[in-house]
């Protein structure tokens, strides 16, 4: 079992800077795929970017490439998103998300292949 404890979210304004924290804890093995996924009021919970095991690869989604920037440092068993320009459709509580399978895999970008998750950070962007 995997404990994740995200951290970081706040109350910006558009155009602002955030950086998220999820630090792990547990059996966090080698070769794992992190990922984060938000999920605004009343919407479904979606993907936002993801990192391999060494950092080499990242995937994003269309709606924050160019603006997000995924990172792990993995002596701390952490791994980040910082996030630039934001905009008020960033709202939405942030999570999130581990999993064992190496990338790449099928089903990357969606929440079945995460087995563990942290508890959320809120993220909110006024305009």
């Known amino acids: 079992q995997v404990q994740l404890v995200e951290s970081g979210g706040g109350l910006v304004q558009a155009g602002g800077s955030l950086r998220l924290s999820c630090a792990a804890s547990?059996?966090?093995?080698?070769?794992?795929?992190m990922g984060w996924f938000r999920q605004a009021p009343g919407k479904e919970r979606e993907f936002v970017a993801a990192?391999?095991?060494?950092?080499?690869?990242?995937y994003y989604a269309d709606s924050v490439k160019g603006r997000s920037t995924i990172s792990r440092d993995n002596a701390k068993n952490t791994v980040y998103l910082q996030m630039y320009s934001l905009k008020p459709e960033d709202t939405a509580v942030y999570y999130c998300?581990?999993?064992?399978?190496?990338?790449?895999?099928?089903?990357?970008?969606?929440?079945?292949?995460?087995?563990?998750w942290g508890q959320g950070t809120q993220v909110t962007v006024s305009s």
């Open positions: 998300a581990h999993t064992n399978r190496p990338h790449p895999f099928i089903g990357l970008r969606t929440t079945t292949p995460y087995d563990s």
């Open positions: 990192i391999s095991w060494n950092g080499m690869s990242t």
């Open positions: 547990g059996r966090t093995f080698s070769g794992n795929t």
